[in-house]
């Protein structure tokens, strides 16, 4: 079972699959404002949804700390623009 845990120290989200690393979500913390800044999972791994649950965890994180949200990764930068439900979290 893959299972989606938030790594604060390390500025990340990962995903393991159980001890194996099988992806990560990194964000870099500036002024309030966290934006992530890549976003990668294990080819064996790709299409199952986890690249957004990775995503899905920091933005989470974010809206407890009540800490708005920026990309520069591609893939989140595409999945903000899609999904409305982000829009309450992004820094604009």
Do not use: P
Not at 2 to 13: E, H, M, P, V
Not at 20 to 41: L, P, S
Not at 55 to 75: E, F, G, M
Request: charged share 20%.
């Amino acid at each position: 079972m893959i299972s989606i845990l938030f790594d604060k120290t390390n500025q990340r989200a990962i995903a393991l699959d159980d001890n194996k690393e099988i992806g990560e979500c990194t964000f870099i913390a500036n002024n309030g404002i966290w934006t992530i800044n890549h976003t990668i999972v294990d080819s064996n791994y790709q299409g199952q949804g986890i690249a957004r649950r990775l995503v899905d965890q920091v933005v989470s994180q974010a809206r407890l700390n009540q800490i708005k949200v920026s990309a520069t990764c591609s893939y989140a930068q595409k999945l903000f623009e899609k999904d409305e439900t982000y829009t309450d979290i992004l820094a604009n």
